[in-house]
């Protein structure tokens, strides 16, 4: 069986598709979900700081500030921020400061007027997990509005993004990158292709 010229495009595009994503391209979610009486915050990703400065080192435990773009998840821990500059919404929310009821895993952070924090010693692309619940809340009371919130930093090799998540739902979705959503669709139009040409053949 020979495929035709116009298939054979599709199923080409589908393999550069496959090659075409940016390994150098880190990214860091932080998903704030309901979970019973409480929210959870669940972070994990890599941060690239290679296009970062860093300004210094404290301690910090988890809290949010929606209105002003603030978000820090993981256990109280000593943190180095780095600063540069962060596009993307200025806030996720109204609410004000909450600090966590507990946080478990590295201090991570972002601070949308142009701060990422990591943990001190942190080795730029390495694998981050951490939580923190607020315990006897709601997105509502904290002050969160559901969507996608999207913060850029960084240029060319050291680009990168660090996503609040708002679901309101336990258990979270499956949120899909940039590179895997251009990935689904390049999939959808190849297999579409094969079976027009498959049809007209019939």
């Known amino acids: 069986m020979r495929l035709s010229p116009l298939a054979g495009t599709g199923l080409l595009a589908l393999a550069a598709s496959l090659t075409a994503a940016d390994p150098a391209r880190a990214l860091y979610f932080v998903t704030f979900s309901q979970s019973g ?4 915050a669940s972070g994990s990703g890599t941060l690239n700081i290679n296009g970062l400065t860093a300004e210094g080192s404290s301690n910090l435990s988890p809290f949010i500030y ?3 773009g603030f978000v820090i998840t993981g256990a109280t821990g000593p943190n180095t921020n ?3 500059t962060i596009s993307g919404a200025g806030s996720f929310g109204g609410g004000f400061v909450t600090i966590a009821t507990t ?3 590295p201090i991570v952070g972002l601070d949308a007027s142009g701060d990422i924090f990591v943990p001190t010693g942190y080795t730029s692309g390495a694998p981050l997990s951490n939580t923190a619940t607020y315990a006897g809340q709601t997105l509502a009371s904290l002050g969160l509005s559901p969507g ?3 913060y850029s930093f960084g240029s060319g090799a050291n680009a990168d993004a660090f996503q609040v998540v708002v679901t309101g739902v336990s ?3 499956n949120v899909l990158e940039p590179a895997s959503l251009t990935l689904l669709g390049t999939g959808l139009l190849g297999l579409g292709l094969v079976w027009r040409w498959r049809r007209k053949d019939t």
């Open 37 to 40: 009486p409480d929210v959870v």
């Open 103 to 105: 946080g478990t895993g």
């Open 171 to 173: 258990p979270q979705p």
């Open 82 to 84: 780095y600063a540069g």
């Open 148 to 150: 996608l919130y999207t």
């Open 66 to 68: 929606p209105a002003e």
